[in-house]
């Protein structure tokens, strides 16, 4: 006897009489399906929950039948009729257990025993031990594995609902750890992107009223976990990262975050990206005064543009009324594009005489920087300049 044919036996074994030499016939049939379900691999796991639903359904039919009109005819012992199902049970947990690491499998495991246990023939137990496998999976698994998985991650998690809290737990963790390597930035927060696009909400809070959300110091506003990691996650590498790595990776995925939250996501994006790129600015300005690096300087202001240009494009970068006027003043303004552009450009009257040693290297790349600082000027310029801050966020206006 094969899984594959157990059907058509069942309906055979039903007409066999429950009492009697019939009961041997019974009791060698459940044996030899017991035997058959406690060899069942993960592929054969809904073949076998097939199997156990049909002599299930017979055999509650039979015996109804056969107490009719005999209601004090002690029925054959019960446990008899649980032998495959305590098998299924010790299976699911064996195959579970032993595939810990196999989302393919655990989630065969989880079908099954969820269907069994809905019609009470496996314990409850067996399906919170698939269910914890299956948790310690998305604690552990690398995110790439998460990206790869993602249809089978919302079926699990409709099964399954502690599912998207782990996930929950799993990525705030894996935000604040930061983002050494190239790439892994922008390939986190499209993580976060393709999960809410497939229905995984997980940047919403899912399962926490709002008044569980947490309180976010800068904004003074409660935010989903997750979502607050990620803002952190942007706040951390506008602070530490160097302007080369902000200029490379820093663009994509994270304008589409902003763009699906521009109520507590963006502005707080807004302010952090304006205040690092005038602190740059400046920063630039400071070698210019001191004589510094040139190349350094030039290669730096390049860099900045291109930052600048992206995320002013992406409605970003928004200086106040202050830092809006230092940008884009002359070339004699502390903190100002003209002012570092000017510095170091052969030709212009304010270039530092400590430049000029290294002018035919820097007209090699001056035409770019000139460019790139225009492409700047003009995003900015088609912005409507900010009133200037009143009460207390005039302390901080020259800041953002």
């Known amino acids: 006897m094969r899984l ?38 993960g592929p054969g796991l809904a073949q076998a929950t097939e199997a156990l639903i049909a002599l299930h359904s017979t055999e509650t039919l039979s015996l109804a039948e056969s107490l009719q009109g005999l209601p004090q005819a002690p029925p054959s012992k019960i446990s008899s009729l649980q032998c495959p199902y305590k098998a299924m049970e010790e299976r699911i947990g064996k195959l579970a257990f032993a595939g810990r690491g196999n989302l393919s499998l655990l989630t065969a495991c989880l079908e099954a025993a969820s269907r069994l246990q809905s019609l009470g023939l496996i314990r409850a137990e067996v399906r919170g031990a698939v269910a914890g496998c299956l948790l310690r999976w998305a604690e552990e698994s690398p995110l790439q594995e998460l990206r790869r998985q993602l ?25 604040g750890r930061g983002f050494p390597v190239a790439g892994q930035f922008a390939g986190f927060f499209k ?37 607050l990691a990620a803002l952190d996650a942007i706040r951390e590498v506008l602070l530490h990262w160097p302007i080369q790595r902000l200029a490379e990776e820093f663009r994509g995925p994270v304008f589409t975050l902003c763009k699906e939250f521009p109520l507590d996501v963006k502005p707080q994006v807004c302010l952090a990206v304006t205040q690092r790129a005038v602190l740059s600015l400046e920063a630039c300005s400071e070698i210019v005064a001191r004589e510094g690096d040139c190349m350094r300087l030039q290669q730096d202001l390049i860099l900045w543009s291109a930052f600048a240009s992206s995320t002013a494009s992406e409605g970003l970068l928004r200086p106040r009324a202050k830092a809006y006027k230092q940008i884009l003043a002359d070339a004699v303004t502390f903190g100002s594009m003209a002012f570092c552009a000017a510095a170091i450009t052969p030709g212009c009257t304010e270039m530092m005489q400590g430049f000029k040693g290294r002018s035919d290297e820097l007209a090699q790349r001056a035409s770019d920087l000139l460019h790139a600082l225009a492409e700047v000027k003009a995003l900015l310029l088609d912005q409507v300049p900010p009133e200037p801050p009143q009460g207390q966020l005039a302390e901080t206006e020259g800041m953002s």
């Open 4 to 41: 594959g044919n157990v059907s058509s036996l069942v309906d055979q074994v039903s007409k066999v009489e429950i009492y009697g030499p019939g009961a041997k016939v019974r009791h060698a049939f459940r044996i030899r399906l017991a035997e058959l379900v406690s060899e069942v691999t």
């Open 151 to 175: 249809p089978a991650l919302a079926f699990l998690a409709g099964e399954e609902p502690a599912m998207l809290s782990a996930l929950e737990q799993r990525l705030v963790q894996r935000a």
């Open 191 to 227: 993580l976060l992107l393709d999960l809410r696009k497939d229905g995984l909400r997980l940047l919403d809070g899912p399962g926490l009223p709002v008044d569980r959300w947490v309180l976010d110091a800068a904004s003074v506003a409660h935010i989903p976990p997750l979502r």
